[in-house]
């Protein structure tokens, strides 16, 4: 399994939520507020591999009707650290909120009060590799993900793409395009490499990495999915510094694992992509509407 920092998703989240496709995003707060105008109850929305909470915080403000959201994580340290960060959050955007938390409960829910519009937030540890449980998906009008699915396998994906029955929004899926500037001869050979690191296993099978999204967005037109995208890459600047160092030392670690690059080429690279100034990350997003739904 790997597992990812709280620093970490921090750090990443401005530079996620600024890269988000606008467009593709304006499609899904419409197809929601039509979903919302057919139904009393609040929109439910599950978010696979939620991290601390990043997708709903960008998400959720967006949404003008009441919301249930499903946080699944399998690790329980980002799920605590999300109820953390989504209720100081809370605190600074909404008119009331309420923490129904006890002490080493992970799954009370977090409910807070915006314009009227009423968030609550369930928390659910769950090992999404281990089976796929299609019932947690069922009550859902969106099934969300951000930065997640270049982590599985073509298998799991194909399963997954089969037993979805609801419009499918995935954001910040990564694929493969590096550009750092000034360029450097070392970048070819480092890129393949870390390419060959997105591909090892990280719980699922061997992962999919740069070419989950193209599967993905196959599979599910195979199916019968409406399915529209965008491209949401990071443009990393001088005011991301602490983002691109951290990119660049995460690079050069993944890299050297590889053996495919001397670790000493690897460490080079790393410390002298610490200090660009400019690189960009590309990663794309895909709105899938399951044809019952379609608008
Ligand atoms: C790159 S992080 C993205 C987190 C969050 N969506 C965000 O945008 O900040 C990938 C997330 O997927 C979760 N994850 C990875 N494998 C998982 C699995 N098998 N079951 C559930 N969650 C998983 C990790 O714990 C992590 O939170």
């Not at 989504?86 to 129904?100: E, K, L, Y």
Request: aromatic share 8%; net charge negative.
């Amino acid at each position: 399994m790997t597992s990812f920092s709280t620093d970490w998703l921090s750090l990443r989240e401005g530079a996620d939520h600024r890269s988000r496709d606008p467009v593709l995003q304006g499609q899904v707060l419409r197809y929601l507020e039509k979903i919302s105008n057919l139904k009393n109850d609040p929109i439910h929305i599950v978010d696979l591999g939620s991290g601390t909470g990043s997708n709903l915080r960008a998400l959720a403000p967006l949404i003008h009707h009441n919301q249930k959201w499903t946080l699944i994580d399998y690790d329980p340290l980002l799920l605590k650290a999300a109820r953390e960060k989504i209720c100081v959050w809370a605190d600074s955007i909404a008119d009331r909120t309420h923490n129904n938390h006890l002490d080493n409960d992970v799954n009370g829910l977090v409910t807070l009060v915006k314009n009227n519009y009423e968030i609550t937030v369930q928390f659910l540890q769950k090992d999404l590799a281990s089976k796929l449980q299609s019932e947690l998906f069922e009550s859902a009008d969106l099934i969300t993900a951000a930065a997640f699915f270049d982590l599985v396998a073509l298998d799991w994906l194909v399963q997954f793409c089969r037993a979805l029955k609801t419009s499918l929004y995935t954001v910040l899926t990564y694929n493969g395009e590096e550009t750092w500037l000034p360029s450097d001869p070392r970048d070819t050979e480092i890129l393949e490499a870390f390419h060959h690191h997105q591909g090892s296993d990280k719980g699922f099978g061997n992962a999919l990495g740069p070419s989950a999204f193209k599967a993905m967005e196959q599979l599910l037109k195979k199916e019968g999915f409406q399915v529209e995208t965008g491209s949401s890459p990071w443009i990393l600047t001088r005011n991301d510094t602490s983002l691109i160092q951290e990119l660049a030392a995460g690079t050069a670690k993944a890299v050297a694992e590889t053996h495919l690059v001397s670790h000493e080429i690897a460490k080079q690279w790393g410390e002298q992509r610490a200090k660009s100034q400019y690189c960009e990350i590309g990663h794309d997003d895909l709105f899938a509407i399951y044809k019952k739904n379609s608008i």
